[in-house]
């Protein structure tokens, strides 16, 4: 194989999720670090942008948005869209027809869920299966099928586009089940672009006292209960970015991507149910506890696995003393051990896949 001088990163680059941001912007910023002419693959979808700015005002649902709260989500989605024009982008070409975009040595498809068939609005999209872009090569990057469970396998016809792939690397043991079983190809294992391309935190977040950041919602009340108590007896303030959650003590839902990455570095513990909240905990060597919801229950306990943190997921069943010990006390040496050792593996595949 050729070295590839101009690459196409296609993922979901342009959603309200911090982690979506930081992922995309991390993965193309790191290809150009390393000499790369990279840049993010700019599809656009007018009914992908309906369903995305739905959900970015109504993030909760089923419950309801209070209507103090519409201006805040609306604030935090303008910080967003200049967060995206920010960002190396392609010339605009529609999502269902990939023919219009330009020419690419190669493309690399992911991170994120961009197998997921299951997402709600990207879910079933061929392009993300490689349909129709115009590469020389195709590879992908920590791609994920979310919460598309082994279980249920992979239809043949779904099976058969990724065989136009030269290489394969998964963030997950759920999505490596997933193609070992569907494509019989053992993909490789790497890290999620934010853990491999850490961003660099510029600036303190404007909080006058240490706190534990909170990232997610929905959270479920033994949770939140455990959490609050452990904070009220270190007197540590609850400050919850993003989304509204009635047991923290402030809120910064209008954070936008920069700002989230600033409070989640300068906190003194995470609290989340999100992947990205553990990312970001784990790059920044912070203290976390996380209850991962149904939807990114695979992503999660696949991380937190991966790197020796798994002990870090708790549930109802945690005892509460747990708390103060996860919390409250530095991360085990070996997790930024393994993660080291992970960098490395996923810095190798890079050169193979580039080379």
């Not at 024009?85 to 999502?95: E, G, K, R, Y």
């Not at 149910?273 to 905990?281: K, R, S």
């Not at 991966?306 to 002990?311: E, P, T």
Request: hydrophobic share 40%.
């Amino acid at each position: 194989m050729t070295p590839a001088s101009r690459i196409g990163v296609l993922t979901f680059h342009r959603c309200i999720n911090y982690g979506s941001y930081w992922q995309a912007r991390c993965l193309v910023e790191g290809l150009r670090g390393l000499g790369y002419e990279a840049e993010l693959l700019d599809h656009v979808s007018p009914a992908v942008d309906r369903a995305e700015w739905r959900c970015a005002l109504s993030p909760v649902l089923p419950q309801r948005t209070a209507p103090a709260d519409f201006p805040l989500y609306a604030e935090k989605a303008r910080k967003f869209f200049d967060a995206f024009a920010q960002l190396p982008l392609s010339p605009p070409f529609p999502l269902d027809d990939p023919a219009q975009m330009a020419d690419y040595d190669l493309v690399i498809v992911g991170s994120d869920e961009v197998w997921n068939l299951r997402h709600p609005w990207y879910g079933g999209k061929s392009i993300f299966y490689g349909d129709g872009l115009r590469a020389g090569r195709l590879a992908s990057y920590a791609a994920s099928f979310g919460n598309h469970a082994v279980s249920e396998g992979l239809p043949s016809d779904w099976a058969q586009k990724l065989q136009q792939f030269d290489r394969i690397s998964i963030r997950d043991e759920n999505s490596r089940q997933l193609i070992e079983t569907a494509l019989e190809r053992e993909p490789e294992m790497v890290l999620d672009p934010v853990m491999q391309f850490p961003p660099a935190a510029s600036g303190e977040p404007d909080l006058d006292e240490p706190y534990v950041a909170i990232y997610g919602h929905s959270f479920p009340d033994w949770f939140s209960t455990g959490v609050a108590q452990w904070a009220r007896e270190n007197e540590l303030m609850l400050v919850s970015i993003g989304y509204r959650n009635g047991w923290a003590d402030a809120h910064w839902v209008e954070a936008g991507p920069r700002d989230f990455a600033r409070i989640m570095a300068g906190a003194e513990a995470v609290a989340t149910n999100f992947f990205h909240g553990c990312v970001f905990a784990l790059i920044n060597g912070k203290p976390f506890v996380c209850a991962p919801s149904d939807y990114r229950f695979n992503k999660v306990r696949d991380l937190a696995a991966g790197v020796g943190a798994s002990r870090h997921l708790v549930s109802a069943q945690t005892p509460r003393e747990d708390y103060d010990a996860l919390l409250g006390q530095p991360l085990d040496p070996r997790i930024e051990r393994n993660i080291a050792t992970l960098r490395q593996r996923s810095a190798a595949y890079l050169d193979a896949v580039l080379h």
